[in-house]
C-alpha cells in the first residue's frame, strides 16, 4: 500500500458510452505493467469488464477500481460505466476520486453523457485531463472535439499536443512543451514510441499552439509571468508546474491526443495523470471533509458494496488516519459500531489481503455488516459525518413475479443484495395488485438486474412490460382539519391536527415546517406528523403515485393527556395529507427525457417529424461531421421501442442517446389514461 500520499493518484476514467474509456483503462493496466496480455472489449477479454453481462454486451455496468505503478508513482484506477442507466456508479466514483481522466470520442466530441460526467465532477470539484481518443476513426478532428468542449462545458481547455497524421494516417503527436514528436511506427503496444523532430509541414501550427498554451498557463507562477511579459523563453519544467497548477484549481483543463486501440498516446496520457492531476494531500476538501493525515483519528466513507455469498464488500476511500484489521468503526450514518474482519487491495476481480489501510487508499473491507453506499465510518472517539452520495429517484418501473414458492423466497433474499449493492434502484409491493415492483433509471438497467436475479441468483421470473415511473402534485393551497378518534375498550386514541399544503417548484420535493406555538401539539409528536404526511405521499392519489413538489405546514392541533401518541399524530397527519392531496387539485407528472439523435442527413427530416409525433421538443440542431445531431425533450412514455423507428426511418444507420432531464406535468390524455389503470 501507499506510504507517500505525494506519490499516490486516485483517478477515475469517465466518458460517453462507446468513447473507449475501458480500452483506454486496459492500455494503462498493460503499459504499467499490471497486465501483460490486452485485454480486448469486442472479444470480450477485458480485465476491468469480468462481469460476465458486461462482456457479453460489450459495456461497462460496474465501477471497477485496481492499482498500477507509473514512474514512481501509484495509482489507484477506478473504470466506470458510459450508459447513463449506471450513472450512479460515476457518480459513487466522482465523490471519492482526486481526479480524473475525461475520455473524447475524437469524432462525436462532446456526447450526452460527457456532460453529465462533467457536471458530476464539477460538484465534487474533481480536477481533469482530456483524453482525445480515437483520431485514427473518418473524421475525426482533435481541434474540433477541444472548439466543442469550450463551447458545450464552458470550460478553457489547453491543448499539450498536436496530433501528427489524421485519420488513417495517425501516427503520433507533437509533444508541445518539449517540441518534440512523439511517433508510434506500429500498431503493436510493445513498441515503444520513438522521439524525433517535429515534422516540418506541422513546424507553424505547432509553434502558433505552444504560444496560444504558454499565453494561457503563465499566469499560474509568478516566475513564469515575468519571464513570459519580457518575452523569454518558458522550459518545459515550469510549463509543467504551471499546467499543474491550473489543473488542480480548476483554471483549465490540459488536453491530449491518441488512438488507445491503436496503442498510440497512452504512455504520454499516463505522464499526464502523475504529472498534472492531484495526490490526497493536494485536493481542496468540500466543507466537512478532513484533511489527509494519516497520523490522525480514522474517517473514510463507503461508495460501493458488492454482495456474493461470502458476504459483502464495503469499497472505501480512506480520508484520514490508519484502518488495522479487527479494528472496530463507528458509522455515523447508522450510529451503529461495526468490527472490520478483512482488508483488501482491489485489482479488478482479484484481491490481495492487507493488514493495514491508510489515508488517501481506496480499498475494500470484508465484514460491514450494515454499511451502506454513502455512510461514513470513523474513529469511534472522534465522530463526524461526511456529505453522503446523492442518489437520483428511478423513472421506469417493470412488475416481476417469482414463478415458484421458493422462486418467491430466492427472490426476496436475492433483491436485499441487489438494493445495498445498486441504490438506484428500488422495489415495491403495488397495493393494487400485489405486484413487486422493480424501479430504475432505465430500461437497459432492469434489463440487467433481472438477468442477474435469473443468472447469479437462480431466480425464475415472469416479467411484465417497462412502465413510466410517474409522480404526482399539487396545483393550488388548501387548509385540513382532521380529527383521529378512536375508543374501543383500553387506551384510546386521539389527535388533532390544522395542515397547510402548498405547492412548489418542479424539483423541490417534500418540505414540512411546524408553526404551532403555545404546545397545542407537543414537540415529540410533530415527527410523527411528519411522517404520516410523508408516508401518505407515497401513494398520492391520481393513480397511486409518490406525491412531490409540495410543502405541509402544522398550524395547530390537539391533543388528550391519556390517549395521544405518535402513532395517533402520524394517523391523523396520513388522513388529513390524503384529504388535502385530494383538494388540491392534484396533477399528474411525467419524466421528460433529453434525447439526442445522430442521423445521415438525408433522414433528418423523418427524425423531426416522428420526434413530433412522440410529443417531442426540437430544442435545436447542428452538424457533426456528415451527421445531424438533434437536441430534443420527448416524454419517457412516448420512447419506448423508439430504436426499432428510428433503424425503420434511417434505414439503421441513425442512432440515438437518452437520458433523464425533468418532470413536467402530463396532458389530461395521459392522466385520465393512467388513472382508468
Known sequence: MNSNNRNLRNIGVIAHVDAGKTTTTERILFYTGENHRIGEVHDGTTRMDFDPQ????????????????WKGAQINLIDTPGHIDFNIEVNRSLRV????????????????????????????????????????RVGADFLRVVAMMRERLGVTVVPLQLPIGAEGDFRGVVDLLTMRALVWDRDDAREPCRETDVPAELMEAALRQRSLLVEAVAEQDERALSAYLQGEPLDAALLRTCIRRGTLSGAFVPALAGSAFKNRGVEPLLDAVVDYLPSPEDVVRVEGEP??????????????????????????????????????????????????SRLYEVHADDHIERDELRAGDIAGIVGLKETLTGHTLCDPAHPLHLEEISVPDPVIDVAIEPRTRADAQGLAKAMQLM?????????????????????????????????????????????????????????????????HKKQSGGPGQFAEVRLRFEPLARGEGVRFDSQVVGGAVPREFVPAVEQGVRRAAQTGVVGGFACVDFQVTLVDGSFHERDSSSLAFELAAAAAAREGFARASPQLLEPVMAVEVVTPVEYLGDCIG????????????????????????????????????????????????????????????????????
Open 419 to 483: 438494493l445495498r449493492e445498486d441504490p438506484s434502484l428500488r422495489m415495491r409491493q403495488d397495493a393494487e395488485s400485489g405486484q413487486t415492483i422493480l424501479s430504475g433509471m432505465g430500461e437497459l438497467q432492469l434489463e440487467v438486474s433481472i438477468e442477474k436475479l435469473r443468472a447469479r441468483h437462480g431466480v425464475d421470473l415472469q416479467v411484465g412490460r417497462p412502465q413510466v415511473a410517474y409522480r404526482e402534485t399539487i396545483t393550488r393551497a388548501v387548509d385540513v382539519h382532521h380529527v
Open 291 to 340: 484533511a489527509s493525515d494519516p497520523e490522525g483519528p480514522f474517517a473514510a466513507l463507503a461508495f460501493k458494496v458488492v454482495a456474493d455469498d461470502h458476504g459483502p464488500m464495503v469499497f472505501v476511500r480512506v480520508y484520514r488516519g490508519r484502518l488495522r484489521r479487527g479494528a472496530t468503526v463507528l458509522n455515523t450514518s447508522t450510529g451503529r459500531s461495526e468490527r472490520v
Open 97 to 136: 476520486l482526486d481526479g480524473a481522466v475525461v475520455v473524447f470520442d475524437g469524432v462525436a466530441g462532446v456526447e450526452p453523457q460527457t456532460e453529465t460526467n462533467w457536471r458530476l465532477a464539477d460538484k465534487y470539484r474533481v480536477p481533469r485531463v482530456a483524453f482525445v481518443n480515437k483520431l485514427d
Open 54 to 69: 458486461e462482456r457479453q454486451r460489450g459495456i461497462t455496468i460496474n465501477s471497477a477500481a485496481t492499482t498500477v505503478q
Open 610 to 677: 416522428d420526434l413530433h409525433r412522440r410529443r417531442g421538443v426540437v430544442r435545436g440542431q447542428q452538424s457533426r461531421g456528415n451527421a445531424a445531431v438533434v437536441d430534443a425533450r420527448v416524454p419517457l412514455k412516448e420512447m419506448f421501442g423508439y430504436i426499432g423507428s428510428l433503424r425503420a426511418l434511417s434505414s439503421g444507420r441513425a442512432q440515438y442517446t437518452m437520458q433523464f432531464d425533468h418532470y413536467d406535468a402530463a396532458p389530461a390524455s395521459i392522466a385520465a389514461e393512467v388513472a382508468a389503470g
